[in-house]
């Protein structure tokens, strides 16, 4: 490894952390008491590293900053890590709700009804495409992006900031990479069943171990199946996901891991465009449109999904001063779905009018990013200095046959079953994009001073393909320079003061009325805060604050709205403050603690909102989890976990039309540890808070009501 990477290696292991799941957590607790029930674990494992398991809540290394394998207190951005032991002890069922208690982050921006597609923001800024191990999943459709099971994954890396420098396209108020579980060097056996509220079923096993005996040959297969209703009337998600892994070992230098998912939906469309009145503000008579209310038909509702994913990850170190990498995959996807929403509320305040259509999808993306790792020194400097290319090639394609005629729905008293017309389908287009980045970053060490430099050029051809008129719409080509600068000072109390520079860039997608090319959207962010990372406790902190300027912006064309088209105008800033905390802290306790302030401003629009505020960037956020498990007495192996969330108010729309109040939401578990069993109950919105998320006087959604989902796990 690089000389970098070695020394926090050897100043992390201190903390003595060592990776493994849930099971070696438990056994360690055994150890420690030998009162407990302790469950087997047949070797130690090794020092834990950007992508392994990671013991309970606390990570200390993340390559999602940097594509090396850097501590997290050496990057010179903000970093959050929420691991598989915190997204199981909180119960999350999507990767939204595992983000819920992260700073900076809203992982539920429609009120996470909508299970099928994950909406974040990230410091103010909107992405539904997380990375999957480091690698794009970019396409010009919403909702052809993944919705990943949060039991397929390792850990959920939060980068906040602009990461184009190492990823090309990204917005620039962060990223999501998830990290996908890999295969494991000792044997891990893992079933469970669970049941749930709203009519909730499933079952999972994760299964890893050496195929070998010299262990050269490692696998994990993880699957999960499972159905589940929901408090708005004639939905069902039904899903089905299996994710075999190997990894070749052939010598100490070389690996080879190959990663895969295949994955099906069959869900129900979800409810998140009803209007603000009757939802968000009193109806007629000061009535409310219940939180059950299906406003499509049930005989025309459903999203078929399937995607299957496969890829590799393969490094090679030459000698001490050389690895080289390269990650690969394609991933293909396929939709159909069938719509009916929301057009309108008539004069009556009663009657909503409807739309329909019905689509088929799909999307085909390939990635690969090659990188060359080389160690040395110049004089005191220690360098880890990084080079790499990476290549995105995406093509989706979508037709939609459109409603010529659909009723109206009495949003008090709905009848459904009227007959839908079609014409036939009027819309059907191809996008593509190509884009190739080559980059370079130096990771510099003198002393306790860490310097991160990186620079990146990108080439971006993108263009729409209309397949009713047999001609291309619209093609842009784009070139863009991005970079970073950040500094880091490693005090010995365990302090780490720190301050960045970034940019961002994302290609310009859509089309304008008189067929002009978009210009990139562009980002740049100066960030300074200080880590703490106490020598020999398993804890981490953080203070950041933060001033993201986002230019070119892409708003609709509201002069001509009979097409969907777009104009290119706009900017926003968001400044803000960020101080977050997590913590083992001993005796069964686990910690994690988040406050929020931002301030966002639409400081130019065509549209006639600049002075506005930001939507979706509430001032405040704030949120707080602890859990806690028995360590001895009659007792031992119980605990309880609870939690609480508050966002505070903000605007749905640019316009600041419609304005959310603030909302406080408040979650519980209760879990139980004997011998190779564990029992679970997790409750979200344990006090069944009524909210409502709207992005416009017509598409306002509530937010999730109460669930409860018991669970029986046993591992061997």
Known sequence: MLACAAHAQDSGST???????????????????????????????????ATSPVPGYVASRSATGTKTDTPIIETPQSISVITADQIQAQGAQTVGQALRYTPGVIGEQYG????????????GF???????????????????????????????????????????????????????????????????????NYGTVGARFDLGGPLTKDGTVLYRLTGEAGTAGSQVDYQTDKRFFIAPALTWKPSADTTLTLLSQFSYRNSSDPTVDLPAVGTLYPGPNGARIRTSLFDGEPNFNQTRRSEEDIGYEFEHRFNDWLTVRQNLRYTHVNLDKDVVGDAGLEDDQVTMDRYAFDAKASADIFTVDNQAQFKFATGALQHTALVGVDYVHSIDRWAENDATD????????????????????????????????????????????????????????????????????????????????????????????????????????????DGSALKPTTGQSVEVGVKYQPHGQKSFAMLSLFNILQRNVTEPDYSHPDGNYVVQTGAQRVKGIELSGVADLGAGMNLTAAYTYMDGTISASDQGYAGNAAPNVPHNMASLWFDKTFQQ????????????????????????DVKMPSVTLFDAAIHYDIAHWRFSVNAQNLFDRVYVNCQSTNYCAYGLRRSVIGRATYQW
């Open 633 to 656: 007495g009659w007792y031992r192996g119980f605990g309880v976990g609870a939690g609480v969330r508050y966002l505070g108010a903000q605007y749905g729309d640019e316009a600041n």
């Open 126 to 196: 909107p992405n539904q495409f997380p990375f999957v191990d480091g690698l794009s999943t970019e396409t010009y459709f919403t909702l052809l992006a993944p919705a990943v099971d949060p039991y397929a994954l390792e850990r959920i890396d939060v980068l906040r900031g602009p990461s184009s420098v190492l990823y090309g396209q990204n917005i620039p108020g962060g990223m999501i990479n998830l990290v996908t579980k890999r295969p494991t060097e000792e044997p891990l056996h893992e079933v469970s069943m669970d049941v749930g």
């Open 406 to 513: 659909v009723p109206s729905l009495n949003l008090y008293a709905p009848v459904y079953g009227a007959p839908i017309s079609f014409g036939g389908v009027d819309y059907s287009v191809e996008h593509h994009l190509d884009q190739v980045g080559v980059y370079a970053q130096d990771q510099v060490r003198l002393g306790k001073l860490v310097a991160t430099f990186g620079v990146r050029q990108d080439w971006a051809d993108t263009d729409e393909f209309d397949r009713i008129a047999g001609a291309t719409d619209q093609s842009n080509s784009e070139q863009r320079f991005t970079y970073r600068a950040g500094l880091v000072y490693l005090f010995d109390s365990g302090f780490a003061p720190y301050v960045s520079y970034a940019t961002s860039f994302q290609p310009g997608l859509g089309t304008t009325f």
């Open 112 to 123: 996470g009804l909508d299970t099928t597609v994950d909406y974040y923001m990230v410091r």
């Open 15 to 49: 903390d003595g952390m060592t990776s493994g799941g849930a099971a070696d957590r438990h056994a360690l607790a055994a150890a420690r008491e030998p009162s407990l029930p302790a469950v087997k674990v047949s070797g130690e494992r090794e020092t834990e590293t």
